[in-house]
Structure formats: C-alpha cells, structure tokens
C-alpha cells in the first residue's frame, strides 16, 4: 500500500515554510549581526589544552556554566537556564507558557524566530506594531495582555531589526501592570549597554534572554541562556531537553568569560564602526538611516531590492528586510571588520552615484 506521509502532518506544520539561511562564506558577511572579529587571543589556545571528554554526555545542568553566567550578571545559578542558541529558549518558554489556546503578543517589526516557535507550539501571536515602526506601543501593548489567553510578551531590546532601544520604564511598567510573561531579549545588551537584569529579584513574571551569539563571537556554537526567578526557571526547566547544550558549547561559554576585558575591547571598536557606518550611509542622497543601539543597521535607499543585489555582485551580503510594517522596504548590515566597512562604504557611495 502507498502512503503519503503528507496526510500525518499536524495542521500547524503544514503552512509552515522551512526558515532559510544564506551560506556564502566567500562573501563579506553582514548580514548576521555577529561580532567579526577572532576570538581573544590565546582563547583558542587554551580551549584545546584540556583532555574533554566527549565520549561522555555533557553536564545536563550546566553547572560550571550557570555559576560563570551567575557571575558575570551578577545573578544566582538557581535563576539561570541554558539553551541552544536563544532560539531553543523561546520554544522553551512558549512550551512552557504557551500553547492551542494561549497568545504571545510582540511589537513587529521585530526577530523573526518569535512567530515561527509560536507556530510550532500552536501559540496565537498578537501583533502590537511599534509607533512609528519604531517605538514601543505600551498603551496597545498594555491592551492587548488584558485578554486572558495572552500569556507571553517578548519585548527586544534593542530590537532587531530596527536597533531602537526601549525605555527602562515602560517595560517595567508592561511587566508590572500586565502580570503576564514578559521575556526581554537582550541579545544586544553588551552593544547598548543597558540590561533589566538588576531588575530580576523584583518581578517573578520578568524573564531576560541573553546570548554568546553575538558580542562574545560565539554565533556557530549556539549558546543562549535565560535569566529569571529561580521559580520561574524551574518551570521552563521542566521542558528542557536533559542535554541540550553540548560539552564543548559549554567549556567555550566558561572559557570567554575570562576574557571579559579582550571582549569589551572589541565591542568598543564595534560600536565606533557602526557610529562610522552610520555616518557615511546619513551622507548619501535620499538614504534613511534609523538610529540604533545595537551592532547593526537599518536603513532605507530609494530602491533597497536593487541595493542588495549591486551589494551582492560587490561581495556584499546584507540583510534584505523586505516590506517591513510602516517603514516598508529597508536593508540591515551589521558592523564588519573595519577594513570591511570602509569597503563596504566604498560601494555604498558608487551605487548612489550611479543611481543619482
Ligand atoms: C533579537 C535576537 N534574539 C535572538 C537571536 C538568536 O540568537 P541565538 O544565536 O542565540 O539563537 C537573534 C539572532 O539574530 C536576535 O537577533
């Protein structure tokens, strides 16, 4: 007999279209957010002295990593969980808190992963479009987690893909008046310098998502972690795959966390680059640049499909953004390496010329 696997898909799933990625290692990559350059001297090195024991599973709780983490957020390893990238953490959290039935409200235009895990968990997303694309609707947001199926709002601070950065107070006050969920990404936190973290012992609804991905250069070993209430972390804890971060993830995340200084280093030299790159694209004609706080920006040339592709045939890869809600069609670049911006800054200023 024939059968057609199709038939078994669970309804959710098959709208679902797979989530693609660009791999063009020959290109100048900026179009990831990732910190470009090499880790600290000596990191490497000393990675490799060790005697891992990768015949074994990995520490499931992550203990020595927990207490690093602890550490450097000034935090308890009780109100730490540690995740696959951040990505596995909002499925995590939607697992826990969401599900058929239940709502996440975000503030598009925001990370794309929020919608896709929502989907994945049968969790219903409400849409509370940012003011101007760009600032946080607290009002509407406020409105919106009064409904009693709205158990989860993820605010990102700095939010990708805009780089706005949120005032302190209205996400406190969501999070106070609310008393819902409310998960702040601060994937870009070492960039804008500005964390809710001290803000933990005060609210057991309040969760802060952080990641190694981007300022600690870590993007390829997917290492996230989440930072909440001790009772709260037990609970997502609950639906956390017993070895989801393996060995070497680990003992890299301890590792850079001696080398707090070397990185800070290179987040300074990150931010004057993207203060540069800022600049020279404020310069041309008929460019809109959006301010940011965050390794990246967003920015709107008079034909952005067009920018992207004279980009590309120069080695280029941004982020083409597409139509984004009210601000329409723009592009993302992160901070390269500085000899890369200036090339890149080079072919920005002859696309325009040729198009003026
Ligand atoms: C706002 C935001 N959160 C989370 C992530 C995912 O980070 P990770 O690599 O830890 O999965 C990204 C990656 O681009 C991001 O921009």
Redesign the pocket.
Known sequence: MESNPERFVRPGVRQLVPYETKHMPECIKLD??ENPFPWPVGMQETLFKGKPAFNRYPDGMGQELRTRIAKYTKTSPEGILIGN???ELIQLILLTFGGLGKSLIIHPPT?G?YQIYARLTETTVVEVPLLNGLDLDTEQMLKAAQAPEAHVVVI?NPN?PTGSQFPRDEILRLVRESGKIVVV?E??AEFSEETLIPEIGNYPNLVI?R?F?KAFGM?GL?L?YLIGQPETISLINRVRPPFNVNSFSQKVGILALDYLEEYQNQIDQIKVETQKLQYALKLLPKVTVYPTRANFILFKPEDPDLWASELLKRGFLVRNMGELPILGKCLRISSGMPQENEEFIRAVKEISTRQS
Do not use: I, K
């Open positions: 990831a957010n990238g951040s990505d990370f992963m990102c990708n990404d994937a870009y998502m990641t991905s993007a997917r996230g």
